[in-house]
């Protein structure tokens, strides 16, 4: 297992892709375009499956619309043709549109009751299936959950998973906590490295940054931001995680978000990069660029930002 030494100047793509988008010329434009305009060094290759509501057992990861193992084989490929290392990202969603946050059971095994230990085998298979995949074509970092904050408390189920990920997966794991949970995580030295959502208002990250480096210090472990950005909206950076916040678009938000985020972080030399969210895999028309008001920063003031910060850190 090797450690990353560089400055992890990443970006998130395709997590909102569905079976059938990806190996294709739009999924090859967004990646070259994901490259050329950030500067990135790294590619966090995300992607669901579904399980149909928080109380579910079953992950249903090998059925539509889960992308298929070839699709993601083409991606891992192309990201790293463009000389991007991959951190793999699979996630658990909820059919029903429940957050992942919400997936929750019986602290006591209950009968007739559906229980940690059948969601944990489920979640097991799923990350497995995928740390084969990210061993066999050679990611260079592993992401072996994203934002399950019920699930958090559940030590002794992640370090077991951990412990037949690393049967099977050689590389760096991390877990990305959500927002504000870095330091409800009890089991962060089973990981190589720590690694969150950083989702804080422009105005609160370095309160936010000394209440992390207080885990960082304490774990002694490597840490950065698994996930992080904002909408390209108005309002949206003094919530950069709420995604239907109403407001009209502005790219000016989002790029003043990005230089608050990166100006905070510059100086904390334990903050080892960022994997920004994010990249889909099929891009709006540039022309509309102005009019879009999602997290993706293609043909938006953001991207420069994003792009001068990064070419600075390498």
């Known amino acids: 297992m090797i450690l990353p030494t560089e400055y992890i100047a990443g970006v998130t793509w395709g997590a909102m892709g569905r079976r059938g988008t990806w190996n294709s010329s739009e ?40 992308i298929t193992d070839e699709e993601l084989r083409w991606a891992i490929s192309k990201a790293k043709a463009l000389k991007l290392k991959v951190c793999l990202k699979p996630i658990v969603n909820c059919a029903d549109g429940t957050w992942r946050a919400h997936i929750n059971f019986f602290d006591k095994d209950v009968p007739y009751e559906p229980k940690w230990s059948e969601w944990f085998a489920s979640y097991t298979e799923f990350m497995l299936h995928y740390a084969a ?51 409800n995580v009890t089991w962060w030295d089973a990981v190589d ?34 996930e992080a950005g904002c909408p390209s909206r108005s309002g949206s950076a003094a919530i950069p995680n709420d995604w239907t916040l109403p407001g009209k678009p502005d790219e000016a938000e989002q790029a003043r978000f990005y230089r608050a985020m990166f100006g905070a972080c510059a100086a ?18 540039l022309a509309d660029a102005a009019a879009n008001d999602d997290y993706c920063m293609y043909g938006k003031e953001a991207a420069g930002v994003v792009r001068n910060f990064y070419t600075s850190k390498r």
């Open 27 to 66: 999924a090859v434009y967004s990646l070259e375009q994901m490259a050329e305009n950030t500067g990135a060094n790294w590619a966090a290759i995300a992607f669901g499956a579904l399980q149909d509501k928080p109380q579910s057992t079953v992950i249903r990861f090998r059925e539509e619309p889960t």
């Open 268 to 285: 904390k030399e334990w903050v080892g990069g960022f994997m920004l969210w994010d990249w889909p895999a099929k891009l709006y028309d």
């Open 133 to 183: 995949i990210a061993e066999e074509t050679g990611c260079e970092m592993l992401c072996i959950g994203c934002e399950t904050v019920q699930a958090d408390r559940r030590a002794e189920e992640w370090r077991a998973l951990i412990a037949e990920v690393r049967k099977v997966y050689s590389g760096p794991i991390t877990y990305n906590c959500d927002k504000y949970q870095e330091d």
């Open 193 to 226: 490295i720590i690694s969150s959502s950083g989702y804080y208002p422009e105005n609160d990250w370095e309160v936010q940054l000394e209440r992390i480096k207080a885990v960082v210090d304490r774990v002694n472990k490597p840490f950065f931001f698994m």
